[in-house]
C-alpha cells in the first residue's frame, strides 16, 4: 500500500518536531520518527484500525501520545493529511 504525505502533513510534522526538539531528547524524537513509521506500517497491513475522527478520517496517538496523525485510507493508499500536537486549541485544526 502507498503512503502518501499532505503537504500540510510535513509541514506540521517539521513543526511539531522544531518544538519537541527543545523538550525533548534525541533519543525521544528518533522514538517518535520510529513510532511514526511503524503506525503506518501496521495500517498498510491492516493490523490496527484506529479512531475515527470523521467518516472516512482516522487517527493514531504517537510520540507518547504527544502527536495525533491524521489520515484517510483508500483501497491502495494511505493518505497522511496531518499531524497535530495534542497541547495545542483543537478548535485551530482544519482537516479538508
Given amino acids: 500500500m502507498r503512503i502518501v504525505f ?3 502533513a510535513l509541514f506540521s510534522l517539521k513543526e511539531i518536531r ?3 526538539a527543545l523538550r525533548w531528547t534525541r533519543k525521544e ?5 520510529r513510532e511514526i513509521n511503524q503506525e503506518l506500517g501496521n495500517i498498510s497491513s491492516g493490523l490496527v484500525k484506529h ?3 470523521s467518516d472516512e478520517i ?3 496517538l504517537v510520540g507518547k501520545n504527544n502527536v495525533k496523525m491524521f489520515y484517510t ?3 491502495d493508499e494511505i493518505l497522511v ?3 497535530f500536537s495534542v497541547r495545542k486549541d483543537p478548535e485551530s ?3 479538508k
Wanted: hydrophobic content about 40%; overall charge neutral.
Fill in 6 to 8: 499532505r503537504e500540510q
Fill in 18 to 20: 522544531t518544538y519537541l
Fill in 29 to 33: 524524537l528518533e522514538t517518535l520518527k
Fill in 51 to 53: 479512531q475515527k475522527y
Fill in 58 to 60: 482516522y487517527f493514531a
Fill in 73 to 75: 485510507i483508500s483501497e
Fill in 81 to 83: 493529511l496531518d499531524f
Fill in 93 to 95: 485544526l482544519k482537516l
